[in-house]
T-cell receptor, first 113, second 114 residues
């Protein structure tokens, strides 16, 4: 069974802090993704990575950056957290096989005060 | 821009009833349409998916109906059970190799009353 693990379930940070959200997958998947989930807006793609050290912007990359130094680990970075980044953040991974589904972690609830 | 519109936002169904969630998309290049199910405290998980070469796909009590000309697809849950209570997301993507770059709908919270 694929496991995608997000390091924190809940996180509270102050405005202006640098925030790191970590995600690890154990299935040797090539592709990893960061989404944010907000009520009424569904899931929106922030960034994704299709290989180590490779990244592409999603639909809402502003205010975020990512890092993928190892295949199993994908980090989301908030350079200077703002209150409008309070949200649920979901990491996902997927193999390169055509038709393979996204496997999500259980999410990190980030509150920026 | 919301390329996938989902309705209703919330739904209450009696046990044994039929739950219906609808989605509409704009981009005719979309060719993969999955539904994800999310329980409280968990990440979404793939429930069922369809490609536009078929009009319907059924897996157990769950059926996707697809109308290419109307650019709409829907999820039907037959004989709804309290254990089906969850949030459901439709999604769409372009290109069979891009199934990870999904555009999600807004989500529907389903409550099935015993």
């Amino acid at each position: 069974d694929v496991k995608v693990t997000q390091s924190s379930r809940y996180l509270v940070k102050r405005t202006g802090e640098k925030v790191f959200l970590e995600c690890v997958q154990d299935m040797d998947h090539e592709n990893m993704f960061w989404y944010r989930q907000d009520p009424g807006l569904g899931l929106r793609l922030i960034y994704f990575s299709y290989d180590v050290k490779m990244k592409e912007k999603g639909d809402i990359p502003e205010g975020y950056s990512v890092s993928r130094e190892k295949k199993e680990r994908f980090s989301l970075i908030l350079e200077s957290a703002s209150t409008n980044q309070t949200s649920m953040y979901l990491c996902a991974s997927r193999s390169d096989r055509v038709g393979s589904p996204l496997h999500f972690g259980n999410g990190t609830r980030l509150t920026v005060t | 821009q919301q390329q996938v519109k989902q309705s209703p936002q919330s739904l209450i169904v009696q046990k044994g009833g039929i739950s219906i969630i609808n989605c509409a998309y704009e981009n005719t290049a979309f060719d993969y349409f999955p539904w994800y199910q999310q329980f409280p405290g968990k990440g979404p998980a793939l429930l069922i998916a369809i490609r536009p070469d078929v009009s319907e796909k059924k897996e157990g009590r769950f059926t996707i109906s697809f109308n290419k000309s109307a650019k709409q697809f829907s999820l039907h849950i037959m004989d709804s059970q309290p254990g089906d209570s969850a949030t459901y997301f439709c999604a769409a993507s372009r290109g069979s190799s891009n199934t990870g770059k999904l555009i999600f709908g807004q989500g529907t919270t389903l409550q099935v009353k015993p």
